[in-house]
């Protein structure tokens, strides 16, 4: 018996599997808005501009909802350095384009970096490279 005649038999809803690459989604859009907020506290010349200011709060408060709804399904430690990678990156890379900030070759190396370790993080979190569980053995507590 399938789940779907299962599910129309009984009355209740088949559960609808998961997609894992929302929350994976959300920390991408976290990391975006990580970079607005690092490019606009720089702008707001600590915080003394008050659009900048303003700005750099608007990202910050949704940089932090992104990272807390990725968070629910990616764990903390992976989540969070890829959230701090790609925000590090994002604000290395385009400060030299909004602000008078340079990028030398060896700064760019570094980033490589980064970026390597970042993509390693989430091969890390794929269940293709996790293998197979192992069997539990059933203990005989009756003896």
């Given at each position: 018996?399938t789940?779907a005649?299962?599910?129309?038999t009984?009355g209740?809803?088949?559960p ?19 970079v ?13 501009d008050?659009?900048?200011s303003?700005i750099?709060?608007?990202?910050f408060?949704?940089t932090l ?22 925000g ?7 400060g030299?384009?909004?602000f ?10 570094w980033l490589a970096?980064?970026?390597a ?6 091969l890390?979190d794929?269940?293709k ?10 203990t005989?507590?009756?003896?």
């Amino acid at each position: 018996m399938t789940t779907a005649s299962a599910s129309a038999t009984t009355g209740t809803p088949a559960p609808v599997p998961e997609k894992r690459g929302k929350p994976w989604l959300a920390l991408l859009v976290a990391g975006a808005f990580e970079v607005g907020y690092a490019l606009s506290v720089n702008g707001s010349a600590g915080f003394t501009d008050p659009l900048w200011s303003s700005i750099a709060v608007v990202f910050f408060l949704f940089t932090l909802f992104f990272l807390s709804v990725a968070l629910k399904k990616i764990d903390v430690g992976v989540g969070y350095a890829v959230w701090a990678g790609i925000g590090a990156i994002g604000a290395a890379v385009l400060g030299p384009v909004f602000f008078d900030e340079t990028l030398t070759p060896l700064k760019a190396f570094w980033l490589a970096v980064v970026i390597a370790g970042v993509v390693w993080l989430k091969l890390a979190d794929s269940p293709k490279l996790d293998g197979p569980k192992p069997a539990r053995a059933e203990t005989d507590t009756t003896s």
